[in-house]
């Protein structure tokens, strides 16, 4: 059973920082892109970053570049991610994303709460 559990979420102000983490088990493919997705209240879930597999290559999303970083520990099948500069608007559920490429295959966590007071 693949599981993705995600961890590192809190309460933080304006201007601070903080590392998500999202634990990757049970998945024994190597052709897939690990993404970090958010969704606030009332809002739609939108897409944050995501790191591939394959080349290590990275999307991040307008609002988030130059303040987040993508990056993986492969060893340990953990995706990070780095948030700096944290602004109110980030406020919100963070879920981990698993996809595979050759099925579509989509896997999520369960979310962790990040919230940045002004």
């Known amino acids: 059973e693949v599981q993705l559990v995600e961890s590192g979420g809190g309460l933080v102000q304006a201007g601070g920082s903080l590392r998500l983490s999202c634990a990757v088990s049970g998945f024994t493919y190597a052709d897939y892109a690990v993404g970090w997705f958010r969704q606030a209240p009332g809002k739609e879930r939108e897409a944050v970053s995501c790191i591939s597999s394959s080349d290590g290559s990275t999307y991040y999303a307008d609002s988030v570049k130059g303040r987040f970083t993508i990056s993986s520990d492969n060893p340990k099948n953990t995706v990070y991610l780095q948030m700096n500069d944290l602004k109110p608007e980030d406020t919100a559920v963070y879920y981990c994303?698993?996809?595979?490429?050759?099925?579509?295959?989509?896997?999520w966590g369960r979310g962790t709460q990040v919230t940045v007071s002004s």
């Open positions: 994303n698993l996809r595979r490429w050759s099925t579509a295959t989509t896997y």
